[in-house]
């Protein structure tokens, strides 16, 4: 079965979230993915989770789960020699990623323009915090202040307290994403003989055209010269998180067109006698709303979440429960639909990863490949490119392998 | 960027996509937000919108509010559905920003898929095209007849992109959701729940939509690119809640390597502090302040004068900062809160302290580095007016992009879709607009059925 990405080589430059991001879901559907790390390797194996909290390069989740598909040299940038095998390398690549700070590229001379010449099918894509241009180009950034100033953080959270940014890394994978796209976008071009192009992501600019809260949220600040802001929990009937017997759910029941059969579910079916009942949610009076929220805590406290989900869920009415992670993997659900695929790693050993995004019906995916330990091919890349085994040791010696 | 000042694209610089043609039977938000990418690198999307009936959580035309209303709602902060100037007009359903923020680059043919004439107009329009993409709840999709297996035989070269929120079977397969609600489900929501709070107070963020969104569009991409190899069209599902998995994939191995589920971070950083949100002056201001280095607390406190904090001996290293850091985000906002966030970011970047000002929506409309960027386009919809929306997020050196054709009203394309594209006569054309089933307003039936 031939994979969607089968044949397109890509050099990897990138540590961290987004740049492995771009380039793993590359490599999990069939690109050639080669890892370049600095010698002590992609800070990420030093960040976790590892086995029972002992770190171990080659058994951190995010490095393992960031790099499936990959296979990993080092290389020493900073070496006249390390340079000179990476621009050789890129003469061997279709695409290039990396995450230098904005003028790296040209101080190691391995700029788009050197790169392309004599190779206009190249795609070089660089992820910065704030782009390759601009007065903030220098500035550094990190996944929550970069949340903060170009994402919707400021409107997460409680009105009576600090906002709250988004879970986790989701700024970077979201960049990484749009990374990734824009590459195969480029050679798609290039396979239907056009050019390939320098693609500048940064950060901040993903994270301000994050589609929803912040693209509807800007348009909506262009059309009423007003911000969205954050807003009180419990606010509006029925909408939004409440506490069930095990846990919280999100069910979006008042003022919509599905209320009556909300209010059948709880037992009150009287509520849609009341004048209020068909009006917009921030349009009922008190008195309704307490009516409304007095029987629906009561009737989530004896429910628990997933069983208020799929009662509610009957009536058309959208809504989802607040799961852990534990949850989350024991799912029957996702279980059943084989979300999750057992990698074997030689040093991390079996252990179960989030598997295939997309079920595709001419090119499934194939079973991945783990993780690459440190370095695990640059012999077998440096042989490749003309390197006599016998030179290995002095390139070792002099801290450019 | 004004048009007199874009410059060339050469044959070799093209935009990928053109030449690609879309239908798009999206609704809301997620499966919009694919379209508009694709349309922003070329792609002919082509929006199938019914006037015979309301599709709801799209148009914002469910609902039509008064300008009293509206402005009660931004008096709350709820500015999502809000139309410019608070004015709802006569067309509402032309001027909600949750729509007009993705329509731009497409064009609206008025049709109803459910009807046998609609049906007829959808089938010359996929023959027509490369790509549909869809996102409603699979039952939806399978009353309507309109599943990959019926469209193939339509076009063999198709690619269908459907995108539930759970997926073309398992138990949740017909649940209905919104990228908050699968955020919630994946375990998302937790995560971000403040670590002394409560789910409840970290209301919705969409998230879940915008990955979906990239994920899509990444997927059409491969899927061409793989077409024009192969010459195979083929069916992508892509359920909401499982291209959001990766995007929490450290979690997730977390307990499948420790059994362990991630608790409440809130702000909180697993090895780094002070690393959170913290007040400055003004009411709800606020600084991003990220830490990883004794070097850089240093500098911090050194910025802020803050001589007590540098030399007490609790946030002397990176460890013990980590293990009190209640105590030293408690000290930290005090101090903060003394400072302007604009002069304060400036001046902790000079000395290489990663800070950020939070942005609200307005200032982030204002921001210089945007500006200079210029990621901010200009456009101009007729009767709705000239504003400044969103543009494209990533940029291509050689290859300058802009938004070509402002966000689409209701049917706006009807008579160039019909006769020009699908083959329609003139007369046939007009006798549809005559019954009602083609138009750029919906049906006065649809309109008086409103609350």
């Not at chain 1, 194996?45 to 951190?60: A, L, M, V």
């Not at chain 1, 179960?352 to 490949?369: C, H, M, T, V, W």
């Not at chain 2, 970047?349 to 000002?357: E, K, L, T, W």
Request: net charge negative.
């Amino acid at each position: 079965m031939t994979q969607m990405l089968e044949g397109i080589r890509v050099l990897e430059f990138a540590t961290n979230v987004a740049g492995p991001f771009a380039g793993k879901l590359l490599a999990d559907y069939g690109a050639e993915v080669l890892k370049v790390e600095p010698l002590t390797g992609d800070p990420s194996r030093q960040t976790g989770p590892f086995p029972d909290d002992i770190p171990h390069p080659e058994k951190s989740g995010l490095f393992l789960h960031l790099n499936t598909n990959k296979q990993s040299m080092t290389l020493n940038l900073e070496a006249e020699e390390g340079r000179v095998i990476a621009r050789r390398l890129i003469g061997h690549a279709d695409v290039v990623i990396d995450d230098f700070r904005p003028g790296l590229l040209d101080d190691y001379e391995m700029h788009y323009e050197a790169m392309s010449a004599g190779h206009p099918d190249l795609i070089m894509a660089s992820i910065t915090p704030f782009g390759q241009s601009g007065p903030w180009r220098d500035y550094a950034g990190s996944e929550i202040t970069l949340q903060a100033m170009g994402g919707p953080l400021h409107g997460n959270g409680a009105p009576n307290r600090e906002p709250a940014k988004l879970g986790g890394n989701t700024a970077h994978y979201h960049a990484g994403l749009a990374t990734s796209l824009a590459i195969l976008l480029a050679r798609f071009r290039v396979e239907a003989g056009g050019a390939g192009d320098w693609i500048d992501q940064s950060v901040y600019e993903a994270q301000a055209g994050f589609r929803d809260r912040r693209t509807i949220s800007l348009t909506a600040a262009a059309y009423s010269g007003l911000s969205n802001t954050r807003q009180p929990p419990g606010g509006r009937a029925a909408m939004g998180v409440r506490p069930a017997i095990d846990g919280y759910v999100n069910i979006f029941a008042g003022g919509t067109k599905h209320f009556d059969g909300f209010l059948d579910e709880i037992g009150r079916p009287d509520l849609k006698e009341h004048p209020d009942f068909g009006k917009q949610v921030h349009e009922y009076s008190a008195e309704y709303q307490q009516e409304i929220e007095g029987s629906y805590l009561a009737w989530l406290f004896a429910t628990p979440k997933l069983e208020a989900i799929a009662r509610t869920q009957r009536h058309g009415i959208l809504g989802g429960a607040i799961m852990s992670t534990e949850d989350l993997v024991n799912d029957p659900h996702y279980r059943g639909r084989g979300v999750w695929e057992t990698i074997d790693h030689p040093i991390a050993g079996p252990l179960e990863y989030p598997g295939r995004q997309l079920i595709l019906s001419d090119s499934p995916k194939a079973p991945a490949r783990p993780a690459p330990p440190l370095g695990a091919h640059t012999v077998d890349v440096l042989t490749q490119l003309g390197y006599d085994r016998a030179a290995l040791p002095r390139l070792r010696a002099q801290g450019v392998i | 960027m004004t048009s007199d000042a874009r410059p060339e694209r050469d044959a070799a610089h093209r935009l990928p996509l053109e030449g690609i043609r879309v239908a798009d039977i999206t609704v809301v938000w997620a499966g919009p937000h694919v379209t508009q990418l694709l349309g922003e690198w070329g792609a002919d999307i082509v929006r199938v919108e019914p006037v015979t009936t309301i599709q709801p959580y799209s148009r914002g035309a469910e609902r039509i509010s008064t300008e009293a209303q509206y402005r009660y709602m931004g008096s709350t902060g709820v500015t999502m559905g809000i139309p410019p100037d608070f004015d709802p007009g006569k067309d509402p359903w032309n001027r909600s920003p949750a729509f007009n923020s993705h329509a731009r680059n497409k064009r609206s043919m008025a049709c109803d898929i459910r009807l046998p004439e609609g049906r007829e107009a959808f089938f010359r329009l996929i023959e027509q095209c490369d790509v549909i993409v869809e996102n409603n709840v699979p039952e939806t999709i399978e009353r309507a007849k309109i599943t990959y297996e019926i469209l193939r035989e339509v076009n063999p070269r198709l690619i269908m992109l459907r995108m539930p929120a759970y997926g073309l079977s398992g138990p949740y397969k017909n649940y209905r959701g919104f990228g908050t609600h699968v955020e919630g489900m994946i375990g998302h929501h937790l995560i971000r729940t403040y670590d002394d709070g409560t789910p409840d107070e970290t209301g919705d963020a969409y998230t879940a939509d915008a990955i979906a969104g990239v994920m899509g569009a990444w997927a059409v991409t491969a899927a061409l690119r793989h077409r024009a190899r192969t010459g195979h069209g083929q069916q992508i599902e892509m359920p909401l809640a499982e291209s959001f998995l990766p995007v929490i994939g450290e979690y997730i191995m977390d307990y499948t390597m420790n059994r362990r589920a991630t608790g409440q971070q809130g702000n909180r950083h697993p090895a780094r502090a002070p690393h959170g949100i913290y007040p400055t002056t003004g009411a709800d201001q606020w600084i991003a302040i990220d830490v990883a280095s004794d070097e850089e607390f240093g500098a911090l406190c050194g910025v802020l004068g803050a001589h007590a904090l540098a030399t007490d001996e609790r946030f002397r290293t990176a460890g013990g900062r980590v293990e009190q850091r209640t105590a030293l985000d408690a000290a930290l906002g005090e101090v903060t809160r003394g400072f302007d966030k604009e002069e304060l970011f400036h001046a902790l970047q000079a000395v290489g302290v990663v800070a950020g000002p939070v942005h609200n929506d307005v200032e982030a409309t204002r921001s210089p580095q945007l500006e200079a960027r210029g990621f901010f386009e200009e456009l101009t919809m007729e009767g709705v007016g000239t504003h400044r929306y969103p543009g494209i997020f990533t940029k291509w050196a050689n290859t300058p992009n802009w938004i070509r054709t402002p966000p689409v009203k209701l049917g706006e394309h009807n008579q160039e879709i019909y006769v020009d594209l699908l083959g329609y006569s003139q007369e046939e054309y007009d006798a549809l607009c005559a019954r009602g089933l083609v138009g750029t307003t919906y049906t006065p039936e649809v309109l008086r059925g409103r609350d």
